[in-house]
């Protein structure tokens, strides 16, 4: 009697094969991609000092959030009073505002940022450009800056973030991106990041 019955394989196999077949396509394994380029290469601090416009986010041990903001004379409203806080240190502020709100469980800082984002080096315009008509994300800036110039180093673009004393570098392979691949790396843009495109030195 002949066994007409074809061999089953296990699910792991036929999913790896699946992967195997439409990697390709959407860029799966991609030995190209930069593994973890979507995440800050370096990451820094250094001594932040408040400024008007600044703001602080109060959580308090019950789960609620209070947030206050610097004027633009460099005071805070506080239930004591206006004290002035511009100048003052992030852990001083900070410090401050745990005495001020003996409740809180948390006190988050925020620098305030322009409403925009910067395009530099090798791009036909280096340009300033907001950040109001919705979300932007990295190939967008480039795209609104007229695009990268014949010396453009498009596998070496810098995103530099910044916020309250800690700085976030990225790099990012928009070559690949261009391609369809590397998707990843279309990081969507937060008001006050700094995009450099570097020259491709022959």
């Known amino acids: 009697m002949i066994n007409n019955m074809r061999p089953v394989l296990p699910k792991a196999a036929v999913l790896t094969a699946l992967l195997a077949a439409v990697a390709p396509f ?17 990451t820094s601090t250094q001594p932040y000092v408040m400024e008007p416009l600044d703001s602080a986010r109060i959580i308090g041990r019950d789960g609620g959030a209070t947030e206050v903001i610097i004027q633009q004379d460099g005071k805070l409203e ?11 240190s992030g852990e001083d502020f900070r410090a401050l505002l745990l005495r001020s709100y003996p409740g809180a469980k948390e006190i988050q800082i925020v620098e305030f940022r322009p409403n925009r984002v910067t395009i530099l080096g090798e791009v036909f315009h280096q340009i300033h450009t907001e950040l109001s008509d919705g979300p932007m994300r990295v190939m967008d800036a480039i ?3 007229n695009g990268f110039t014949p010396l453009a180093n498009k596998r070496r673009v810098r995103l530099v ?3 309250a004393g800690t700085v976030e570098v990225y790099e990012l392979d928009l070559r690949e991106m261009m391609r369809g691949r590397c998707m990843e790396e279309n990081i969507l ?11 491709n030195f022959l």
């Open 26 to 42: 959407l860029g799966v394994g991609c030995s190209t991609c930069n593994i973890g380029s979507a995440h800050p290469i370096t």
């Open 78 to 88: 506080l239930s004591g009073g206006s004290k002035t806080v511009r100048g003052m």
């Open 143 to 145: 795209a609104a800056a």
């Open 161 to 163: 973030r910044q916020n």
């Open 189 to 199: 843009l937060q008001p006050g990041d700094v995009i450099t495109v570097p020259r």
